[in-house]
């Protein structure tokens, strides 16, 4: 089983700035098959990013992913109130497709 | 457009049962993978389950595996988990949600459904 292991926990930062969240695996994830995912309070998650760094529709720009060997980092630059939310890490590419515990973004 | 609604959470007695359903529209349900995810209260996601379009293919995770069956009904564009020996632990939010490309089991989960609470407690 691969796991994911994100940080930080939590980030806390002022509108305007940029957020770096880090998603990190045990293994290698084949063919980068790592997606993240944004939740909202109450809300079901939503697809941000697929294959570490492509957009899904509708996402902002300002959303964007990278990859480094097993290393996954999803940066969201010009940070709005709306980005308050608790961001996943999930590889997809082998079963069982697991998910990182998560990284609670506050907005000051 | 997609919707995925899911149905049938609610209290149950630790070893009871639950039959859950996800009813989804505005795509071709036979031709996409479906996945059930958990989330305890509080807690992060967890996979449970994924089943291929035909439902020849099915994965569980551990943790279920041997208690739960997922299962699918293409004629009626429906998901369905059936739940055996609940324990405590699998209280939270079951959501259903689809596998992004058609026929292939490697893709992420593009659309989700509001989810439905199951609530394992004496």
């Known amino acids: 089983e691969i796991v994911l292991t994100q940080s930080p926990g939590t980030l806390s930062l002022s509108p305007g700035e940029r957020a770096t969240l880090s998603c990190r695996a045990s293994q290698s994830v084949s063919s980068s098959y790592l997606a993240w995912y944004q939740q909202k309070p109450g809300q079901a998650p939503r697809l941000l990013i697929y294959?570490?760094?492509s957009r899904a529709t509708g996402i902002p720009d300002r959303f964007s992913g990278s990859a480094s060997g097993t290393d996954f980092t999803l940066t969201i630059t010009r940070l709005e109130p709306e980005d308050i939310a608790v961001y996943y890490c999930?590889?997809?590419?082998?079963?069982?497709?697991?998910f990182g515990q998560g990284t609670k973004l506050e907005i000051k | 457009q997609v919707q995925l609604v899911e149905s049938g959470g609610g209290l149950v007695k630790p070893g009871g049962s639950l039959r859950l359903s996800c009813a989804a529209s505005g795509f071709p349900f036979s031709d996409y993978y479906m996945s059930w995810i958990r989330q305890a209260p509080g807690e992060g996601l967890a996979w449970i389950s994924y089943?291929?379009?035909?439902?020849?293919?099915?994965h569980y995770a551990d943790s279920v595996k041997g208690r739960f069956t997922i299962s699918r009904d293409n004629a009626k564009n429906s998901l369905y988990l059936e739940m055996n020996s609940l324990r405590a632990e699998d209280t939270g939010v079951y959501y259903c949600a689809r596998h992004a490309l058609r026929r292939i089991a490697a893709a992420p989960r593009d659309s989700w459904g509001q989810g439905t609470l199951v609530t394992v407690s004496s």
């Open positions: 294959g570490a760094a």
């Open positions: 999930q590889q997809y590419g082998s079963s069982p497709y697991t």
């Open positions: 089943i291929s379009n035909s439902g020849s293919t099915i």
